[in-house]
């Protein structure tokens, strides 16, 4: 167990570029999350993987920020025509399929990617 | 909506204190209740949780009792160390939902 993986630690762009974040869950895990998180913000949930099914997407993911995870193992999210406000620590989780209760909320973190838009 | 109100800090102790970090909760239906953990460098981590009214999540010294009656879920423990400083943030899931919504986090400094 290596735990979940992302890459880039870190990303600088100019504003109006496309940033492309790559996320490697726990290999067994079936579920995958990406939040972003602010300095000083809790992280805020932005979508939700089952295997390769794209299940659940928040209101902040608007048309220019796309998740994928083709073979149900690996997923980028990708941010196309970076904005100011896009700056952010972007944060990636797995979880093992779901068992009611006992494995409800029960996440295991990546160290994010901090992407910076100048 | 669904959301976590956390004190703010940074909540500044000597080792071997006593820690209360106050979490209050709004939520639609009845959610399980968490508390994660950010060390310096490291991802989020699952401290403890607590899935029903008047359950006690517990791990490392540290406690919380889900609050239904005041809507709470507050981080105790009893003797702090310097290894505890980190970022604490308080967490609720509903039932059936794959959405954690987090508070703004706790940073706690703990000094020798």
């Known amino acids: 167990d290596t735990g979940v993986s992302q890459d880039p630690r870190h990303k600088i762009t100019k504003r109006g570029q496309n940033v492309t974040f790559r996320c490697d869950p726990i290999?067994?895990?079936?579920?995958l999350y990406w939040y972003r998180q602010t300095l000083g913000q809790g992280p805020e949930f932005l979508t939700y993987f089952q295997n390769e099914a794209q299940l659940e997407k928040s209101r902040l993911l608007s048309d220019r920020f796309s998740a994928e995870r083709p073979k149900g193992s690996f997923s980028t999210l990708e941010i196309q025509r970076t904005e100011q406000g896009d700056s952010a620590m972007y944060l990636c989780?797995?979880?093992?399929?779901?068992?009611?209760?006992?494995?409800?909320?029960?996440?295991?973190f990546g160290s994010g990617t901090q992407l910076s838009v100048l | 909506g669904d959301s976590v109100t956390q004190m703010e800090g940074p909540v500044t102790l000597s080792e071997e204190a006593f820690l209360t970090i106050n979490c209050t909760y709004t939520a639609t239906g009845y959610p399980s209740l968490f508390w994660y953990v950010q060390y310096p460098g490291e991802g989020l981590q699952l401290l403890l949780k607590?899935?029903?009214?008047?359950d006690k999540g517990s791990n490392k010294g540290f406690e919380a009792t889900y609050r239904k009656e005041t809507t709470s879920f507050h981080l105790e423990k009893g003797s702090v160390q310097v290894s505890d400083s980190a970022v604490y943030f308080c967490a609720l899931i509903l039932s059936g939902f794959q959405k954690l919504v987090f508070g703004t986090g706790t940073r706690l400094l703990v000094s020798p």
């Open positions: 607590a899935t029903k009214a008047d």
């Open positions: 290999s067994e895990h079936n579920r």
């Open positions: 989780a797995s979880a093992p399929v779901g068992r009611g209760a006992s494995t409800e909320g029960k996440l295991f």
